[in-house]
């Protein structure tokens, strides 16, 4: 058996909600919501679940234990945190001035060289 699509998933996902909705509905339970449809719009990729948390309500994805400063103290897993613009900026300054005066440290050594 050859590996499904996303969209052969999707649909295998809402046909067993739907199934388990019917067993519910038989034996007197209230009914649940059904999946959202495959055509539903999505947040975009850029969302990350850690964005909308202050970092004292972020979880560990692995044993779901309170993280600290982006590391879980169960585990040890590490979440990615960008880098804010501001350190950013300063990294690229700092690499493009030493790659600036590497260069004119090669070229001062070669015209030297040369003559």
Known sequence: MGKK???????????ILAEMDEAMA?????????????????????????????PSEIHCKHCKTLMENGVCPNCGYHIYVPMDKKKRD???????GACLVAFLIVFIWLKANTQ
Do not use: F, L, N, S
């Not at 699509?5 to 046909?15: F, G, H, M, S, V």
């Not at 300063?90 to 493009?96: L, P, Y």
């Open 5 to 15: 699509t996303r969209t052969e998933k999707r649909a295998e996902e809402a046909r």
């Open 90 to 96: 300063k990294i690229r300054w700092i690499v493009g």
């Open 26 to 54: 038989a034996q007197g339970a209230q009914e649940t919501e059904v999946a959202a449809p495959a055509e539903e719009v999505k947040e975009p990729k850029k969302a990350k679940w850690y964005q909308d948390a202050t």
